[in-house]
């Protein structure tokens, strides 16, 4: 499957290079990274990709909202966890990791700091793009990347949904355009590029990405992770 540019596959997953740090949205290849789950795998699962990238995994306790945190060290699994739906950092060799099973995961990076954030309709309606942006360094352009979310072509929502982000243009019928919405909401934070790989959870491949509306709540969950690399 050929991925759109800048984007390319690395070690099975879908990489993007950003100023001064890297950004991965895992696949379905990594396994499910979703500790959460019923799946006694998913730590091993995590090692073996922190293992493989040489980095250290930064998370928090995702619940759908716009908290946005900045850490300098990797996430004890075995610490309480902290609620938060975005993590910043300035220091090498941790990466901020955010996960998703139809919800937008967006890295972003001003080369001198790189967040990840879970950016689904809770979250781009309370405003965590804005949040993520503003935590970075921000003293250079900012360059973000959006992974594979639920798609326009499949996204279908109610009346009271589309009405709550009407000034964004995002309503393709009865289906939402989340990937519309943190474009705008990225734009409007100052973010000067921004890629997006284009690819839908819900509709692609079965053994390409975890999706919850495809597979129901019990489904996996994939990734996106940002790192600085220089």
């Not at 995702?62 to 993590?87: C, L, R, S, Y």
């Not at 060799?93 to 990076?109: K, N, Q, T, W």
């Given at each position: 499957m050929?991925?759109?540019a800048?984007?390319?596959?690395?070690?099975?997953?879908i990489?993007?290079?950003?100023?001064?740090?890297?950004?991965?949205?895992?696949?379905?290849?990594?396994?499910?990274?979703g500790?959460?789950?019923e799946?006694?795998?998913?730590?091993?699962?995590?090692?073996?990709?922190a293992?493989?990238?040489?980095?250290g995994?930064?998370?928090r306790?995702?619940?759908?909202?716009?908290e946005?945190?900045?850490?300098?060290?990797?996430?004890?699994?075995a610490?309480?966890?902290?609620e938060?739906?975005?993590?910043?950092?300035r220091t090498?060799?941790v990466?901020?990791?955010?996960?998703?099973?139809?919800?937008?995961?967006?890295?972003?990076?001003?080369?001198?700091?790189?967040?990840?954030?879970?950016?689904g309709?809770?979250g781009?309606?309370?405003?965590?793009?804005?949040?993520?942006v503003?935590?970075?360094?921000?003293?250079?352009?900012?360059?973000?990347?959006?992974?594979?979310g639920?798609?326009?072509c499949?996204?279908?929502?109610g009346?009271?949904?589309?009405?709550?982000f009407?000034?964004?243009d995002?309503?393709?019928?009865?289906h939402?355009d989340?990937?519309?919405?943190?474009?705008?909401?990225?734009?409007?934070?100052?973010?000067?590029?921004?890629?997006?790989?284009?690819?839908?959870?819900?509709?692609?491949?079965?053994?390409?990405?975890?999706s919850?509306r495809?597979?129901?709540?019990?489904?996996?969950?994939?990734?996106?992770?940002?790192?600085?690399?220089?």
């Amino acid at each position: 499957m050929e991925l759109p540019a800048p984007f390319f596959w690395l070690h099975g997953q879908i990489a993007v290079d950003l100023p001064g740090a890297r950004a991965l949205f895992t696949t379905k290849a990594a396994g499910n990274l979703g500790l959460l789950t019923e799946d006694p795998g998913a730590p091993a699962n995590r090692a073996r990709l922190a293992d493989r990238f040489g980095i250290g995994l930064a998370w928090r306790k995702q619940v759908h909202g716009a908290e946005v945190h900045v850490v300098d060290a990797a996430t004890d699994p075995a610490a309480d966890w902290i609620e938060a739906d975005g993590v910043v950092t300035r220091t090498p060799g941790v990466a901020p990791l955010v996960l998703a099973a139809d919800c937008l995961p967006i890295v972003i990076s001003d080369g001198r700091s790189v967040a990840a954030i879970h950016a689904g309709w809770h979250g781009l309606a309370d405003g965590v793009i804005a949040a993520g942006v503003a935590a970075l360094d921000s003293r250079a352009a900012v360059h973000a990347a959006i992974g594979p979310g639920a798609g326009p072509c499949c996204y279908e929502v109610g009346a009271e949904l589309l009405e709550r982000f009407s000034e964004y243009d995002a309503a393709r019928g009865r289906h939402l355009d989340l990937t519309a919405i943190a474009r705008s909401q990225l734009e409007h934070a100052g973010a000067a590029i921004i890629h997006d790989v284009g690819l839908c959870t819900i509709c692609s491949a079965p053994n390409l990405l975890f999706s919850h509306r495809r597979e129901g709540a019990g489904t996996g969950r994939q990734a996106g992770i940002g790192w600085l690399t220089s």
